[in-house]
């Protein structure tokens, strides 16, 4: 047969690390991640050879198809402290949201009709709550501090005997804020309440316990701990105490009833080897990323005036750095950075031209807010790269300037 362009077994090298294989420096991992090689190598068989539907489990194929989805299912308990039963698989974590908020709400609506959430929330979790709002749900937004943490008293004061949810996200996936969720978790359990946390920027990048931070639903994503795209999971807590949900999606019965529709199995691989080796890696991981962070920090702020950084200067993700540059638009920015992917406000609303709402909520002015770019540093980054990054930014950086004539450098001091 004439081969009309399929790539040929030597064009794949699955060793390489996606950052050798591209022109660009990546570095916008909140929005997504490359899949790691070892993740990509666990799957690939159950595309072409073990591809059994695992609920079909008359014959071998599906039985094998069952048996990687449970060891998979296994790996993502263990890196969250669950127990395995307790994960159900979904296609990421907007279904994951949707069916932790929209399944309490329906299958609790006669106990309550109250949600507590933030204002820096995911769309996933802010767009749920105001789509029950629409239908009779009472929803409180709690505002944050300047860097973006909810008070745990606010929440202990917003709660009513009609209260049946709290959702507050773990990690923000703009400036990186990582939230008390264990005070959170714990006032929750002492009024009774279940506690939701969107985990998707946390999950694999730093320690989660379910157990300990009194979690009841949990929701995180695959691709965003260099996994594959199209999967991720919802921790239902099934004791002390059991949670129920109304499914969303109806259908065959899959996944205890609670997620219907067959099962990705690739996918659902290649998340537990990704959680996996998150667990062999995480804390040296995380100090790298924090040396590379801090690195491309320091030299910004000492190179260039009037930089500012938006949210806490600890207490945040490692890979995180969100910084507003005055007087440069944003846009203009990413434009005039050369082979570098960064991003400005969140990948899931960058499409609008609007300032960032999370950044509008810890107070950062609408022309800093503008101004404001995401840097997501990952597994595959190198210090040449941020050191490359750093450059490209300064440059980039005082030539806007130039340009715009009400710009005046403000002197340093010593």
Not at 342 to 369: F, R
Request: proline fraction near 5%; include cysteine; glycine fraction near 8%.
């Amino acid at each position: 047969m004439e081969n009309r362009g399929l790539p040929k077994d030597s064009d794949f090298d699955l060793m390489s690390e996606p950052s050798q294989r591209s022109h660009y420096i990546y570095m916008d991992h909140h929005a997504t991640t490359p899949v790691d090689p070892r993740v990509l190598r666990e799957m690939l068989p159950y595309f072409t050879e073990r591809y059994g539907n695992p609920a079909g489990r008359n014959h071998a194929f599906g039985l094998e198809a069952e048996e990687a989805v449970e060891a998979a299912r296994g790996r993502l308990a263990h890196l969250i402290g669950a127990r395995t039963k307790e994960i159900i698989f979904t296609s990421g974590a907007t279904e994951s949201d949707n069916l932790a908020i929209r399944g309490v709400a329906s299958f609790y609506e006669g106990k309550g009709d109250h949600i507590i959430t933030s204002a820096v929330e995911h769309k996933a979790v802010l767009d749920t709550c105001k789509e029950l709002e629409r239908k009779g749900a009472r929803i409180t937004i709690l505002p944050v501090d300047r860097d973006g943490l909810v008070d745990p008293e606010q929440v202990r004061n917003a709660i009513t005997d009609r209260t049946i949810l709290i959702s507050i996200i773990f990690a923000n996936n703009e400036i990186g804020t990582i939230q008390l969720v264990e005070k959170i978790g714990r006032i929750a359990a002492e009024k009774e309440v279940f506690f939701h946390t969107d985990a998707t920027q946390a999950v694999g990048k730093i320690p989660v316990d379910v157990d300990f931070m009194h979690m009841d639903l949990l929701s995180f994503s695959a691709h965003k701990m260099y996994g594959p795209k199209g999967v991720g999971a919802l921790f239902v807590r099934a004791r002390n105490p059991r949670v129920r949900l109304h499914p969303i999606l109806y259908g065959g019965g899959h996944e205890r009833g609670l997620r219907s529709g067959t099962l990705n199995v690739p996918g659902i691989v290649g998340f537990g080897m990704a959680c996996l080796i998150a667990e062999e890696v995480m804390e040296e991981e995380g100090e790298r990323l924090l040396h590379l962070r801090t690195r491309l920090r320091n030299t910004l702020f000492r190179e260039l005036d009037q930089v500012y950084l938006n949210g806490p200067w600890t207490g945040r993700l490692q890979g995180n750095l969100n910084l507003s540059f005055a007087q440069v638009a944003g846009e203009s920015l990413l434009t005039g950075l050369r082979g570098i992917a960064v991003s400005s406000g969140s990948a899931c609303t960058s499409a609008i031209p609007e300032p960032s709402y999370v950044l509008q909520a810890i107070g950062v002015p609408e022309d800093l807010a503008r101004s404001s770019i995401r840097f997501g540093l990952g597994r595959f980054n190198t210090r040449e790269e941020v050191d490359i990054v750093a450059d490209e930014v300064i440059r980039a950086v005082r030539s806007l300037r130039e340009m715009s004539s009400p710009y005046e450098p403000v002197t340093k001091t010593a």
